[in-house]
């Protein structure tokens, strides 16, 4: 255990809830902390491990993803395997609902719109020609352009299944009260007429709020920055083939580095769904700014 990790024993996705240690991962989740599971492996059938070649993503994407409630699945090259990929995504949504029921049950009524991502490629693959925005090895949080979240949380759980023991590096970096106070003074003001004007036009999916906006400023000043980038408070972390990992994306910063063959399953959760609402980002900026925005 470090100050950026919390490192965890758990080695089956589905265990009856230990309440004594609820407390503690939960608050330093909460915090900012990643939860670490270096033993929680998600096995692969031979069938599934067949199906790891990056040559199964429809080229103009990134990955593979699927929303496990309506079977909406996107990126698959090879429609002949959509359905074995479909069936493994599922398999490990469904185990990431039993691993919340088993280590995070204060959230298992309030996480919704799930999202789950097959993630074929070499970071370096997505790396080589992408704009600094949109590059992952540099330090961010998460927050997305064209759908505002108005604060709701991203909760995330990444497991490696690389199958030669690859790790998948990341470097990990400071609490977010420090990250938000190093950049709010460096952010461009917030313009309610744009945001409605970005919604009509549907560059937005729905009206981007001023957290928001904030949370997408930082998300480009932290990636432009060489400085901070290399200056920044960070760690580096190898999570290494059959570990995963958690943690709330919109507030951690991280950086992908190196790695592949990754399957991630994103959840939101409302900001008054946490154990201490105080924590999320939307309060952070919420005091600093002395604003309500959202
Ligand atoms: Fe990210």
Sequence with gaps: MNNYLIELGLNQWSSPPKTDSDISVLSGLEQGKVLFLPQLKFELSPNELALLTPSIVDPKRK??????????????????????????????????????????????????????????????QWTKNASWRKDDTRLHVDAFPSRPNHGERILRIFTNINPVGESRQWRVGEPFPSLAKRFLPTLAPYSP??????????????????????????????????????????????????????????????????????????????????????????????????????
């Excluded at 290494?240 to 399953?265: N, R, V």
Aim: include cysteine; proline fraction near 5%.
């Design 63 to 124: 990955n593979i993803s699927l929303k496990p409630l309506t079977g909406d699945i996107n990126g698959v090259a090879e429609s002949s395997k959509t359905e074995e990929v479909k069936q493994l995504i599922e398999r490990f949504y469904q185990s990431t609902q039993d691993l919340i029921r088993s280590l995070l049950p204060h959230y298992q009524n309030t996480l919704h719109s799930p999202t789950a991502s097959l993630r074929l490629h070499p970071v370096s």
């Design 193 to 294: 007429f744009k945001a409605k004007v970005m919604s009509m036009v549907g560059i937005t999916k729905r009206y981007r709020s001023h957290y928001d906006h904030l949370m997408l400023q930082m998300h480009d000043r932290m990636k432009e920055s060489a400085d901070y980038q290399t200056t920044g408070e960070q760690v580096s972390v190898a999570f290494p083939s059959g570990s995963t990992w958690i943690c709330f994306s919109d507030q951690t910063p991280h950086a992908a580095m190196s790695g592949q063959y990754m399957l991630e399953q994103t959840y939101l959760l409302p900001v008054n769904a946490m154990a201490n609402p105080q924590h999320s980002p939307l309060n952070v900026l919420q005091q600093l700014t002395q604003k309500t925005l959202i």
